[in-house]
């Protein structure tokens, strides 16, 4: 019960970002989704799924079919719930629109009124009685919302290297989304707005060294809280949190193994929020069925693992942390 108690107390300080207020966008580098949490956060050059919201929204141009996506992860040993639902839906003219949601919470966190502060540390140390009783005097509870809509576009062009060469296909892919976020802490609320934008390309390895065996290369970067996104609070003083622009580099190579009918990915992503923190993934794909994943950042290891059959697709990834470890499990519906 004490583990857990001062566990809560590090999770409300670190995610919730009370310690500055230039830590307030901190509980979004969570992350979305079970498939990039399994490759270790590297996923802003792969990009094809409902998460690339959040990851890199022009990627979401690269999905043709509607996807609905739902994820439940367990945090710090099931003190946090974090849960997310994606939409995308193709429109005409190789344009695709999305819709994120995000929320994060914690329940029962104690509350300790000021009344019981009396005499100094000194005499309640000398006096037993006075001495606090760690008895909270209620609860409270914390609840983070993100709520992001996209757009992206999807534009092919031909690369003309010259009479001695040959056209080199590129696939470009452009986007970006307005997020609306919303916090509140017992009776408390901030709210704000902010942008991100992004720009995703492809292009053939096949074609660029006459191998017909190789696969593809991508390159994304992911312009997050575009001149940094304000929350206002509503209290007296009109509390002011900044949530800190981030960007987001990331390569991803993706081989076809033709004999088995599958493929492999690996890739790679920086982002500058804090400095440079670098995340690599790989991904397995057997037959378009089974998908096994592995991760790292930070120190921390991920692991995934997915099973589709028909239209849907279940998502497990588990991550390690040094607070504790973290499970996550999403569904994926395409029609």
Same mark, same amino acid.
């Given at each position: 019960?004490?583990?857990?108690?001062?566990?809560?107390?590090?999770?409300?300080?670190?995610?919730?970002?009370?310690?500055?207020?230039?830590?307030?966008?901190?509980?979004?580098?969570?992350?979305?989704?079970?498939?990039?949490?399994?490759?270790?956060?590297?996923?802003?050059?792969?990009?094809?799924?409902?998460?690339? %919201?959040?990851?890199?929204?022009?990627? @979401?141009?690269?999905? /043709?079919? =509607?996807?609905? +996506?739902?994820?439940?992860? !367990? #945090?710090?040993?099931?003190?946090?719930?974090?849960?997310?639902?994606?939409?995308?839906?193709?429109?005409?003219?190789?344009?695709?629109?999305?819709?994120?949601?995000?929320?994060?919470?914690?329940?029962?966190?104690?509350?300790?009124?000021?009344?019981?502060?009396?005499?100094?540390?000194?005499?309640?140390?000398?006096?037993?009685?006075?001495?606090?009783?760690?008895?909270?005097?209620?609860?409270?509870?914390?609840?983070?919302?993100?709520?992001?809509?996209?757009?992206?576009?999807?534009?092919?062009?031909?690369?003309?290297?010259?009479?001695?060469?040959?056209?080199?296909?590129?696939?470009?892919?452009?986007?970006?989304? %307005?997020?609306?976020?919303?916090?509140? @802490?017992?009776?408390? /609320?901030? =709210?704000?707005? +902010?942008?991100?934008?992004? !720009? #995703?390309?492809?292009?053939?390895?096949?074609?660029?060294?006459?191998?017909?065996?190789?696969?593809?290369?991508?390159?994304?970067?992911?312009?997050?809280?575009?001149?940094?996104?304000?929350?206002?609070?509503?209290?007296?003083?009109?509390?002011?949190?900044?949530?800190?622009?981030?960007?987001?580099?990331?390569?991803?190579?993706?081989?076809?193994?033709?004999?088995?009918?599958?493929?492999?990915?690996?890739?790679?992503?920086?982002?500058?929020?804090?400095?440079?923190?670098?995340?690599?993934?790989?991904?397995?794909?057997?037959?378009?069925?089974?998908?096994?994943?592995?991760?790292?950042?930070?120190?921390?290891?991920?692991?995934?693992?997915?099973?589709?059959?028909?239209?849907?697709?279940?998502?497990?990834?588990?991550?390690?942390?040094?607070?504790?470890?973290?499970?996550?499990?999403?569904?994926?519906?395409?029609?």
């Amino acid at each position: 019960m004490k583990k857990r108690f001062f566990l809560s107390i590090l999770i409300l300080n670190v995610s919730l970002g009370l310690f500055a207020g230039r830590y307030a966008g901190d509980f979004m580098v969570i992350g979305a989704g079970v498939r990039a949490s399994g490759m270790g956060g590297a996923f802003a050059a792969v990009a094809d799924d409902g998460s690339a %919201i959040y990851w890199n929204p022009s990627g @979401i141009a690269q999905m /043709r079919n =509607t996807e609905i +996506g739902i994820m439940r992860a !367990f #945090l710090y040993q099931g003190l946090a719930a974090y849960d997310n639902f994606t939409f995308c839906q193709p429109l005409p003219n190789e344009v695709t629109i999305g819709l994120n949601w995000t929320r994060l919470t914690i329940d029962d966190i104690p509350v300790f009124l000021e009344r019981h502060l009396v005499h100094n540390v000194d005499y309640r140390s000398s006096f037993h009685e006075f001495n606090l009783t760690a008895v909270p005097d209620g609860h409270i509870t914390s609840t983070d919302d993100i709520l992001q809509f996209a757009f992206a576009k999807h534009i092919h062009y031909d690369l003309n290297l010259g009479w001695l060469f040959f056209d080199l296909p590129f696939d470009l892919y452009f986007g970006g989304n %307005i997020k609306y976020i919303k916090r509140e @802490i017992d009776e408390n /609320r901030g =709210t704000g707005t +902010g942008f991100d934008f992004s !720009f #995703l390309s492809k292009t053939s390895l096949a074609v660029l060294f006459e191998q017909d065996w190789l696969g593809d290369v991508a390159f994304g970067i992911n312009f997050q809280d575009v001149g940094g996104t304000t929350i206002t609070w509503d209290v007296e003083s009109n509390h002011e949190d900044e949530v800190l622009f981030n960007s987001k580099l990331g390569v991803a190579v993706r081989q076809p193994l033709k004999f088995i009918r599958s493929s492999f990915t690996l890739s790679t992503d920086i982002d500058y929020i804090y400095g440079k923190t670098r995340h690599y993934g790989f991904e397995f794909l057997y037959q378009k069925i089974l998908g096994f994943r592995l991760g790292y950042y930070d120190t921390n290891f991920s692991t995934g693992l997915s099973v589709s059959f028909y239209d849907f697709t279940v998502d497990y990834a588990f991550v390690t942390n040094v607070l504790a470890n973290t499970n996550r499990i999403g569904l994926k519906i395409n029609f």
